[in-house]
T-cell receptor
Framework: KAGVTQTPRYLIKTRGQQVTLSCSPISGHRSVSWYQQTPGQGLQFLFEYFSETQRNKGNFPGRFSGRQFSNSRSEMNVSTLELGDSALYLC?????????????FGPGTRLLVL | KQEVTQIPAALSVPEGENLVLNCSFTDSAIYNLQWFRQDPGKGLTSLLLIQSSQREQTSGRLNASLDKSSGRSTLYIAASQPGDSATYLCAVSGSSNTGKLIFGQGTTLQVKP
């Protein structure tokens, strides 16, 4: 089975712009979660989507949004970028229906905001 | 609010040593605990998942234990190798059927040949 893929892998944007990141989960997985990783804050949960519905949301401002498509692929959007949004963005997938499931992470998208 | 702490933040050992990484969490009402490995600039690889009802899990040279009542987990690595050099992260899940994990800051391990 192919693993979780994320595109693009690297991105440079300037303050005020917006960005869209994409995540393709493992085939058959219906749950996709997004995380932000920074040196200062570590790994922080952004949100989770399951069957095209947001199921959980972390403590991030409304500039961070996401969606999931019928094929389980997910996108994350950040509007009005700030310098502090520079981070590694990771997505993770799992089946979403089991009770004790591990999560499979993608390689991440590294975003640099100038 | 659940908080996860990992000690030490960094560790350097000679090849062949057995070592223990520690993880503590403030709220014992967890659903499961997972240990991950992260290589520089890469995503996370799951190592072990321990259900809240379990005391330990083993995979090869790795053994993870869980003491829910005291809010602690340890990851034991036997006969360490240079290829084990990475950052090790523990994460807890607070409820069933959720993708939300709360992570510790990680322990960066260097195994010297």
């Amino acid at each position: 089975k192919a693993g979780v893929t994320q595109t693009p892998r690297y991105l440079i944007k300037t303050r005020g712009q917006q960005v869209t990141l994409s995540c393709s989960p493992i085939s058959g997985h219906r749950s996709v979660s997004w995380y932000q990783q920074t040196p200062g804050q570590g790994l922080q949960f952004l949100f989770e989507y399951f069957s095209e519905t947001q199921r959980n949301k972390g403590n991030f401002p409304g500039r961070f949004s996401g969606r999931q498509f019928s094929n389980s692929r997910s996108e994350m959007n950040v509007s009005t970028l700030e310098l502090g949004d520079s981070a590694l963005y990771l997505c993770a997938s799992r089946n979403g229906q089991g009770r004790q499931e591990t999560q499979y992470f993608g390689p991440g998208t590294r975003l640099l905001v100038l | 609010k659940q908080e996860v702490t990992q000690i030490p933040a960094a560790l350097s050992v000679p090849e062949g040593e057995n070592l223990v990484l520690n993880c503590s969490f403030t709220d014992s009402a967890i659903y499961n605990l997972q240990w991950f490995r992260q290589d520089p600039g890469k995503g996370l690889t799951s190592l072990l998942l321990i259900q809240s009802s379990q005391r330990e899990q083993t995979s090869g040279r790795l053994n993870a234990s869980l003491d829910k009542s005291s809010g602690r987990s340890t990851l034991y690595i036997a006969a360490s190798q240079p290829g084990d050099s990475a950052t090790y992260l523990c994460a807890v899940s607070g409820s069933s059927n959720t993708g939300k994990l709360i992570f510790g800051q990680g322990t960066t391990l260097q195994v010297k040949p």
